[in-house]
């Protein structure tokens, strides 16, 4: 039987591409932007911060936990969301390696 197509790459190639595929997209990097400049977690203020309707905000949030990007807890009717710290210094230090891999060279093509 044959390798998926997983199976072919690092588990640090595939760690990060799951992350990254997760926050590609601009609603969730805005989302992420603000849950960061509120340095605390977020409620209900995305609606009005980022004028997108509720179920698509809902839908991004979707993902963002479900990749472990960010964290939920409930606080009566409202679900609030922070950075889960663990899976962030993972995707930055992820992202160091892999941008910090490339040396400019002297002549290129």
């Not at 009005?48 to 839908?59: K, P």
């Not at 949030?61 to 609030?80: D, M, P, R, S």
Request: aromatic share 4%; glycine share 6%; hydrophobic share 40%.
């Amino acid at each position: 039987m044959g390798l998926t197509k997983t199976e072919i790459f690092t588990p640090e190639q595939n760690e990060l591409s799951t992350l990254m595929k997760a926050i590609a997209h601009p609603a969730r990097i805005a989302i992420l932007q603000q849950i960061i400049s509120a340095n605390a977690c977020i409620c209900g203020d995305l609606v009005e911060e980022l004028g997108l309707a509720q179920a698509t905000i809902s839908q991004h949030l979707k993902e963002l936990k479900n990749a472990g990007i960010i964290q939920g807890t409930i606080e009566g009717v409202k679900v609030c969301y922070c950075i889960e710290p663990k899976t962030w210094e993972l995707l930055k230090s992820l992202l160091d390696s892999f941008l910090g891999s490339y040396k400019n060279p002297a002549s290129c093509c």
